[in-house]
């Protein structure tokens, strides 16, 4: 018997058919670039604190979670405010799809379920060139030997999926249907008392009590969803704080320890190491641009 298959075409919407740079700086307050412009776009997203962007026609202030696309050939500038310490996530890439007219001089908030492209670009980025991460100047990315099967590809793949569903997530706003996506709504209460509690203490009983759930049931679901227990997640919190303190340069390490309810600076020292593999000191130079 003989079957009559129809193969369907697919169309490209959004073809990033190379990455060029791939950024995220932690700046300090003060930082201030002299701006720059190239034949490819640019995508820059704060990931904490705000930063200030200029161009020819306009300067204006990126609040955490919202992002900025620069067009082929645009002047762009991007500073701390002199007072926040901001983390950026920079990213340029060639893309001569029709589609990216929608992103010319486009400055947006990025919702909340579309963030974890940009995580996952992030962490396969790391994994595949040595990034670094307080180089402005970087013009060639570096692979490192024996990535990631795939690594290249799925860079490729995050960032055209991130652009699709903000072209997506425009169209749906404008016919008042706003896509949800599913979350875990008790790992997302835990990580919102974790944060309310970066300048204190909190232990994992203590959310038990507030949330009215055991230890046991609460611990599985927060590692289940996020890959890490409370307490290494309430670490990683108060270590990116501390980041952002020390690049602010308001307080000595002493201070901040305390700021940080650490028993005492040497402690801190040694947690702050263990997770950036750098004491407090040499995280202070390394963001001396």
Known sequence: MNTSYKKQKIESVINVSEIVTIHYFEFDRNFKSH???????????????????????????????????????EFHA????????????????????????FFKGK???????????????????????HL??????????????????????????????????LLRFDINIKSTVIPIMPADRLTEDITQLL?????????????????????TYISARFK????????????????EEAKTLIREEK???SQISEMLCYDNPHYFSRVFKKVTNMSPREYKESVKI
């Open 78 to 101: 991007v500073s701390a405010n002199g007072l926040v310490a901001p983390n950026v996530f920079i990213i340029t890439f060639v893309c001569k799809s029709k589609s990216m007219d």
């Open 35 to 73: 701006g720059e412009k190239h034949d490819f776009w640019e995508i820059v997203y704060v990931d904490k604190g705000e930063a200030i962007i200029k161009t020819k026609s306009r300067e204006f202030t990126l609040k955490q979670g919202e992002a900025v696309f620069h067009k082929p050939n």
């Open 107 to 129: 400055h947006l908030r990025v919702p909340t379920p579309l963030r974890s492209y940009i995580s996952e670009i992030i962490s396969e980025s790391e994994a595949t060139y």
């Open 251 to 253: 307080h000595s390490i």
């Open 195 to 215: 944060g309310s509690n970066i300048y204190g203490k909190i232990s994992v009983s203590d959310i038990c009590r507030k949330l009215n759930f055991s230890r």
């Open 224 to 239: 289940q969803t996020l890959g890490m227990t409370i307490n290494e997640y309430m670490t990683k919190l108060k270590i």
């Open 132 to 165: 670094e991460r307080n180089n402005p100047h970087l013009t060639e990315l570096i692979e490192k030997q024996n990535p990631p099967q795939g690594s290249k590809q799925l860079i490729k793949v995050n960032l055209e999926m991130l652009l699709i569903k």
